[in-house]
């Protein structure tokens, strides 16, 4: 080993306590970032699967016409052959694991004495399970049933507000196909989960049968809603929509297919401003361990001065010496930083079991997150070189100061030195 | 043939508004394998002498002429470069790397030589280990080579110094009272093993001294006396041209 790396290293060891104290500031420091930010991916991943299992799915196909006038759920502008659409695109868009059709409709729902508009969908009970979260998120009561008659499933939020109970009855008005008023009556089968009113996600579902009693028999399917298996990371989620939405596209050219990015828009563009705070984070927690570095060399320098006099007495360069300094630094560094990436590694398989969010946020409206969900922290590799890489050159950069100090001994007082 | 002479060289220092002279227009011949003592109270300017010979200071007025070479104006760069190449030091408080081992320390000044020279004209790490050994076993050490100078005491450690400031052949050994830190016995081991090998290998040695005992062994005296030469015994007969 070269003679510089030697004498760095073995001092750092010599001097254990300081080493240790600065190695673990680095290490806490580089550990908290990784966690942080896979709880961050985390937390993206969260609501972006919730947005999927909940209303966008993994892709959807409308007719351009209805997606124009999207904002007023309109029942004039149906899919023309559901079937097969359908048919088309289980073979055209192999990425794809099930398929369901829903229609959306605003419905006045009331409990006979208030009335609240709702967002509400026609579904197929069975494809809609295989598609979508909802069977699975039911607090209470159940998911719909084929052939059942005049059930709805509402979520927990309208029910609440409407002060509706499992088994009540439900009251709801709606325009229909035929651009008339109609009213029926429903029997709450199954409420679900908060989140589903917090994020465009419809809050009454009604089986197509009962729609098609409600709305007309002529009601059309105006989406068809794709699922896939989930993704190793968002990333590779949103580019595997976007290409099977070119491949439904290019399949079924009278139609249009959104991948779930566009659904997510917004959501992602806030997403880069909370990286931007991952990163602030990081930065201060590394000034502080480059504090503690600059200060660790600083002694070492202060201490070794004579030494520095005789290297330099025999031959070596300033040069020499401030490179000896700043290899001190970076080794320190180095071991705070692998140190860091063992504890956050932990703390990330930790995380992977789960975390209760509501242990978490308490009472917190979260919005966008089912409050009884539960949080995977993401494993991120990327944020380990970063991680590694700022934990380095932090300690090189802060070593520098000393190490400059070092070099600018003059070696005959250096001598001197007791 | 001398290998240094110095001419009218002095070496002030500013202290407020006067002005020292630690060194005060001395001139001074040194041969080729000489093993000389500088000698004189303190303050007299012995360590100011050393630093000077050694390339680690420079004169304010003067000059110095080293084996043919004049250092006026060399730089830091090139002095460095001219200590490494030629100069050893010996120091008081011997001054030895305390995470090196014994054989790391005598090696030291090679790696630094083998650092400043190319790959391909430097030393393999085998043959610089060679002479470390073979340094180590001259200074009486053999079977400690793997120790760490805390495990050493004050006389073993300077005969560490010694092998270390020998082991790169240099042209001068220059010692600042190699001996003020150990008992009188030790003095004269360390003393003798310095003639030894002076004698030995040829190497020229240069030391100040306070000490009577170790004066008696030297075989040229410097005398200085507020940075002036107070008397010098001569170059004996015995130094090689
Ligand atoms: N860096 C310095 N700044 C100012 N004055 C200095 C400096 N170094 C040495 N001197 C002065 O130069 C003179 C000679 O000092 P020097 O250290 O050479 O003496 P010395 O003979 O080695 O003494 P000692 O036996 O105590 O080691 C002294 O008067 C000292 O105060
Ligand atoms: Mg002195």
């Known amino acids: 080993m070269d003679a510089l790396w030697k004498i760095a290293v073995r001092n750092v060891f010599r001097h254990r306590r300081r080493t240790i104290i600065t190695g673990i500031v680095m290490m806490v420091g580089i550990g908290i970032f990784i966690l942080y930010d896979s709880i961050l991916a985390g937390l993206d991943r969260l609501s972006i699967d919730t947005m999927v299992s909940y209303s966008s799915s993994f892709m959807k196909l409308r007719t351009p016409e209805y997606v124009a006038n999207e904002a007023g759920t309109p029942l004039d502008y149906g899919i023309a052959d559901p079937e097969a659409a359908m048919a088309t695109l289980a073979k055209a868009v192999p990425a794809l694991e099930a398929l369901a059709p829903r229609t959306l409709f605003i419905a006045q729902a009331s409990n006979y004495e208030d ?30 049933r084929n052939g059942a008659g005049r059930e709805a499933v509402v979520a927990a939020g309208l029910a609440k507000e409407l002060g509706l109970k499992l088994g009540d009855g439900l009251l709801l008005s709606a325009r229909t196909v035929y651009d008339n008023e109609n009213a029926d009556e429903y029997r709450i089968v199954g409420i679900a989960d908060d989140s589903l009113s917090l994020n465009g996600a419809p809050s009454v579902y009604l089986s ?5 009693a409600l709305l007309g028999e002529a009601l059309p399917i105006t989406e068809i809603d794709a699922s896939a298996p989930r993704a190793s990371s968002l990333e590779t989620a949103l580019a595997a929509s976007a290409k099977a939405a070119s491949l439904a596209g290019a399949a079924l050219p009278s139609l249009r297919a959104d991948p779930l990015g566009e659904f997510a828009k917004e959501y992602l563009a806030i997403k880069d401003s909370k990286q931007k705070a991952s990163y602030m984070i990081v930065f201060m927690i590394l000034l502080i361990a480059a504090v503690g570095i600059v200060n660790t060399i600083l002694m070492s320098v202060y201490s070794r001065v004579r030494e520095i006099g005789v290297l330099r007495a025999y031959g070596m360069t300033p040069r020499d010496i401030r490179s000896l300094f700043s290899r001190e630094g970076l080794v320190i560094g180095a071991i705070g930083s692998l140190a860091g990436l063992v504890l956050g ?32 922290g993401e494993v991120r590799p990327a944020t380990y070189a970063v991680g590694l890489a700022f934990g380095l050159l932090a300690s090189w950069f802060a070593a520098r100061i000393p190490a400059r100090r070092a070099g600018r001994l003059d070696p005959a007082e250096a001598l001197k030195f007791v | 043939m001398a290998i240094l002479q110095l001419a009218k060289v002095s070496r002030s220092y500013r202290k407020g508004e006067s002005e020292v002279k630690a060194l005060d227009a001395v001139d001074l011949s040194i041969d080729k394998g000489e093993f000389l003592a500088i000698v004189g109270p303190s303050g007299s300017g012995k360590t100011t002498m050393l630093n000077i010979l050694g390339c680690l200071d ?15 104006g060399l730089g830091e760069a090139g002095l460095s470069a001219y200590r490494r190449d030629r100069i050893s030091f010996v120091f008081q408080s011997y001054n030895l790397i305390p995470v090196l081992t014994v054989r790391e320390n005598v090696e030291l000044p090679l790696v630094i030589e083998a650092r400043a020279r190319g790959r391909r004209e430097a030393k393999s790490d085998r043959e610089i280990k060679a002479l470390a050994l073979e340094m180590i076993e001259a200074v009486g050490l053999a079977g400690k080579a793997g120790r760490f100078p805390r495990e050493l005491s004050g006389g073993q450690e300077q005969r560490v110094a010694i092998a270390r400031a020998l082991v790169k052949k240099p042209l001068v050994v220059l010692a600042d009272e190699p001996t003020a830190n150990l008992d009188s016995r030790t003095a004269g081991e360390i003393l003798d093993l310095m003639r030894e090998i002076n004698e030995a290998m040829g190497a020229t040695f240069i030391f100040s001294t306070h000490d009577k005992l170790v004066m008696e062994r030297a075989r040229r005296i410097v005398a200085l006396h507020d940075g002036r030469i107070a008397s010098d015994s001569g170059a004996p007969a015995g130094a090689r041209p």
């Open chain 2, 58 to 72: 420079s004169p304010t007025e003067g000059t110095i002429v080293y084996d043919g070479t004049e250092l006026h």
């Open chain 1, 115 to 144: 009335a609240e508009p709702a967002l509400s969908a026609a579904v197929d009970p069975e494809a809609d399970a295989k598609v979508f979260g909802l069977a699975s998120s039911i607090a209470e009561g159940a998911w719909l």
């Open chain 1, 208 to 212: 197509y049968a009962d729609a098609r």
């Open chain 1, 345 to 376: 590694g932990a703390l990330v398989l930790w995380s992977r079991q789960g975390i209760r969010l509501s242990a978490f946020f308490g009472g917190i409206d979260l919005g966008a997150f089912p409050m009884n969900g539960l949080l995977y």
